[in-house]
Each structure stands twice: as structure tokens, then as C-alpha cells.
């Protein structure tokens, strides 16, 4: 473990912690269906053959949570608001008393609207598919923002549309599972639409802090022959610029936007609502990607499946630690890809927060956590030394929690959580990052 403290941060810098409302929150039979309650009924979907249905049962024990927090020391907490809760009868009530309870404590909340967890009646209706999904999103939104505005001061629109768009309707390693491959373009724009939607309704309810937190890193060519480097930049173009140039720039990269439903007018009239200007960028960063010409063959790493056909592979980095995830860890690209968006976007980026960075690994004295979150803050710092903005940063995760098609078998917490027992013990990393906040400030 590393022993040199962690260089000091600008004054008003934002130390936080994510979660999601699918993965900790249980008490599924208090709010609707969403997607992922279907796909985790379906057999083989999850590896362990787990569901959340009541997953960390932060629904009741959301106290306990926010006392865990208090402890820490965090300026804020990222958490998200189920858009099937919210359907539900007292649903906002919840987000009512944690909103409070969070800030008794002095710890700002931070909600994401969107983090994957579609309601079922909103996708059999065709969910993000459809147009008035959009449409939907914005009313929903609405209806929170006029219920938690008067004390959330800070707002995230959607989570990681890239791979909920990949994940979830390209490939169906996720919920909805569906593998439309490249028809899924149309579910990225759509969640772009209501981005920019949300962003309507929350600046219409009086919000004046908001961001959207997409993930990103690094694209590396497996090497420099002309095909790696194509089927590179084009990776590079699905994953990172498809969900960003459309924010920051208010077009799609070329060659994309002729994919997409409705003609160019139809496009450049939406292009103006996903534009809407943003007070912040939020990143989420793993780790960056190999990527060389198509093999021909299905490929299987750190737990992504991709089939045969795509025009791209995925390959491995050698020669750095991986987490338990097979998860290179490489906090130097959170550096470089940091630097190379200030270059690409220029004035048009707004401040960043990183949303998410962690990692998954075992055990309570959980040394190799404490590792990297300490080469990422040192690579984040760097950034900061280079001239981008950076105004916060989030570690994933507050808890242990349901990890997806991974179920539980992955552990990406601060805080240890006995699923059969629900016992909350923080690990080593969570008095490790405790100390570093308090010695900065």
C-alpha cells in the first residue's frame, strides 16, 4: 500500500461515493416490474443464478447506509431513483426520507434518473426502441424533480447509456437481452433524447446543477497495422463519441447519424434538445480497451462475451495487475483520457466529475483496492496538473452489491455486505479513503 499522501485537490473539490437503486435497494414487491426482474427470472441470464429482489435491503436499512456514510466523510452521494419505484405508491417517499435523512448529516444527495432499470410496462410498450420513451422519461422526471427540488441541488440524467445501448439491446448480456447488434442505434438516441428532455424538465423545475454520467476510457489499437487501427477508431467511435459528441458538439460522428430513425431533419431537430448545455461532464472510468481487427471467433474478457461478426475484437492488456474482474488496471489511462478529451472538445467541455472509478476484489484487509483507488486519485491529480477541470470525484461502490448478469459473485464495495445476513462491515478501504478525505480538507 502506498504510504505518500495523496496530493491535495483544489478547494471545493467533491468526494463521493455511487450506487444504483437496482443493485442495493431490495423491496421489489414495493415498487413495479422493471426489465431486469424479468431478465433475472429468465434461467442462465445471471451467472450465480441470483435476482435483487432484496439485494443490500438498503430500502430498509437506509438508515444504517447513511450513518455508514456520515462515517466516511463524503461531501455527497451518488445514488439513483427506480423509475419503477416511483410508478408505485409511496415510491417517492422513500427518495423523500433518504433526501432528508442524507442531508441531517451533511452529505449532499446527488440522484441519477436513470441507471438501467426500465420499467416492464414502459419496454413492452416498446422502451427505448420507441420515441415516446423519451417523452415518458421527461414526465417522470418532472414529477421528481417537483417532489425532491427544493433540496437535491445537483442532478444526473441517465447512467452509461454506451452500455446499456451494448449490453442490454446489442449483445443481451443484459437486461432487456436483446441482440439487435448495430439496429440497437436507435435505443442509443433515444436515451439521448431524453437526456436532453430531462434537462428541460429540471431547468423548468428550477435545477441548476446538472450533468449526465457517461463511461469512457482510453481506445488502444492492438497495433499499428491499418485494420487494428480502423476496427480501433471505429470502437472508439461506438463507445466514447456516439454519447459525447452529441452533448458537447450537437452532431453525430459522420457516417452515424444516417443509421439513425427519421431523416437529417428529424435528426437536427433532435440534435438540439440532446445539445442542451450541461453545468458538468460526469465520467465513469475502468480501464481503457485493446481493440485490433476482427477475428472471426466469439471472445470472452473480463466477463464481456462478444460474438463472432462484429468488425472489431477485443484484446488483452498485457504486461498490468487485473482486478478479480479481469479488469486491467491502468490508472495512467484515466490521465490520458482526461487530457485527450480537453484536446478533442476543447471549450465545448464543460467541468468533469468522475462518477464511478473502483474496482472488484475479495476480502475485508482489501490492500489491492486501497492500490488502486490510490493510482487512480494520483493519476486523477495529474489531470488536474495538466489543466482539465475536474470538480469530484465518486468511488464505486458504497456497498457490495448485485453485479448485473454477475449476480453477486463480484464485489466492488467500500463496505463488505453478508448477503444472507445483510451485516455491513467496512473494509480496509473504507478507513483508507476516510483518512484521505479527512486530509483534504
Keep these: 500500500m502506498a504510504t505518500n499522501p495523496i496530493p491535495q485537490f483544489p478547494a471545493g473539490f467533491l468526494w463521493g461515493v455511487s450506487t444504483s437503486a437496482h443493485q442495493i435497494e431490495g423491496a421489489a414487491d414495493r415498487r413495479e416490474p422493471s426489465v431486469w426482474d424479468a431478465f433475472t427470472a429468465e434461467p442462465g441470464r445471471v451467472k450465480d443464478g441470483s435476482t435483487a429482489a432484496v439485494a443490500c435491503d438498503h430500502y430498509h436499512r437506509h438508515r444504517e447506509d447513511v450513518t455508514l456514510l456520515a462515517g466516511l466523510g463524503v461531501d455527497a452521494y451518488r445514488f439513483s431513483i427506480s423509475w419503477p419505484r416511483v410508478n408505485s405508491p409511496g415510491g417517492l417517499g422513500f427518495y423523500d426520507r433518504l433526501v432528508d435523512e442524507l442531508c441531517a448529516v451533511g452529505v449532499r444527495p446527488v440522484p441519477t434518473l436513470f441507471h438501467w432499470d426500465l420499467p416492464l410496462a414502459v419496454h413492452e410498450r416498446g422502451g427505448w426502441r420507441e420515441r415516446d420513451t423519451a417523452a415518458r422519461f421527461a414526465e417522470y422526471v418532472s414529477a421528481v424533480a417537483g417532489r425532491l427540488g427544493d433540496r437535491v441541488t445537483k442532478w444526473i440524467t441517465l447512467n452509461e447509456p454506451a452500455e446499456h ?134 471472445i ?109 459473485a463480484r464485489r466492488f464495495g467500500l463496505v463488505h455486505v453478508d448477503h444472507a445476513t445483510q451485516q455491513r462491515t467496512p473494509k480496509a478501504s473504507y478507513a483508507w479513503f476516510r483518512d484521505v478525505l479527512r486530509a483534504q480538507r
Excluded: M
Excluded at 366 to 379: M, V
Design 165 to 298: 445501448t451494448l449490453l442490454g439491446h446489442a449483445l443481451g448480456i443484459h437486461a432487456p437481452g436483446e441482440r439487435l447488434l448495430f439496429d440497437a442505434l436507435p435505443v442509443a438516441h433515444h436515451q439521448l433524447l431524453a437526456h436532453g428532455l430531462a434537462v428541460r424538465a429540471l431547468r423548468a423545475a428550477g435545477a441548476a446543477d446538472i450533468g449526465i454520467a457517461n463511461s469512457h476510457g482510453p481506445t488502444w489499437p492492438a497495433s499499428r497495422e491499418p485494420a487494428d487501427v480502423e476496427a480501433a477508431e471505429f470502437y472508439d467511435v461506438l463507445l466514447n463519441r456516439l454519447f459525447c459528441d452529441p452533448l458537447l458538439l450537437g452532431h453525430y460522428p459522420e457516417g452515424i447519424g444516417e443509421l439513425l430513425p427519421g431523416g437529417p431533419a428529424d435528426i437536427e431537430a433532435d440534435l438540439e434538445v440532446i445539445a442542451e448545455p450541461l453545468d458538468w461532464y460526469g465520467i465513469n472510468y475502468y480501464a481503457p480497451v485493446r481493440v485490433g481487427a476482427p477475428t472471426g471467433t466469439e
Design 300 to 408: 470472452e474478457l473480463g466477463g464481456l462475451t462478444l460474438p463472432a461478426g462484429l468488425p472489431f475484437s477485443l484484446r488483452q492488456i498485457k504486461g498490468c495487475p487485473v482486478t478479480d474482474f479481469g479488469w486491467p488496471v491502468v490508472p495512467e489511462g484515466l490521465t490520458e483520457l482526461l487530457t485527450g478529451f480537453r484536446r478533442r472538445y476543447a471549450d465545448r467541455l464543460p467541468p468533469v466529475v468522475i462518477t464511478e472509478n473502483g474496482c472488484s476484489y475479495e476480502g475485508l484487509d482489501d490492500q489491492d483496492r486501497i492500490a488502486y483507488l490510490d493510482g487512480h486519485l494520483r493519476a486523477l491529480h495529474r489531470a488536474v496538473a495538466a489543466g482539465v477541470d475536474v470538480r469530484g470525484y465518486f468511488v464505486w461502490s458504497l456497498l457490495d452489491n448485485f453485479e448485473w448478469a454477475e449476480g453477486y
